[in-house]
Nanobody, 121 residues
């Protein structure tokens, strides 16, 4: 019913930038919140950034001042601008969206497949 697709990952040198996109599609009435998580090899998945429908944001301490989350409600798309990247930012980044479906008007959480971000030193 709802598909979430991330894009924009890749290989970048330390100090560089990447912009991730998260496009939600399907039988969407509205998206209440969106978030980005990441998981590095051998580590637990962690929240990177979160944005509400009203635009309020939350960031992990490790990315504050370097990453910016935003969204385009008209396009049901979220973004994660990542600047001053560090090798420790290397991980699979996954997008999640809390979407309300047209038919049921109920909110459910949906996940994308993830996109690899690799930062070389």
């Amino acid at each position: 019913q709802v598909q979430v697709v991330e894009s924009g990952g890749g290989l970048v040198q330390a100090g560089g930038s990447l912009r991730l996109s998260c496009a939600a599609s399907g039988s969407i009435f509205s998206i209440n919140a969106m978030g980005w998580y990441r998981q590095a090899p051998g580590k637990q998945r962690e929240l990177v950034a979160f944005i509400t429908s009203g635009g309020s944001t939350t960031y992990a301490d490790s990315v504050k001042g370097r990453f910016t989350i935003s969204r385009d409600n008209a396009k049901n798309t979220g973004y994660l601008q990542m600047n001053s990247l560090r090798p420790e930012d290397t991980a699979v980044y996954s997008c999640t969206a809390w979407a309300v479906i047209i038919t049921t008007k109920k909110e459910s959480r949906y996940w994308g497949q993830g996109t690899q971000v690799t930062v070389s030193s």
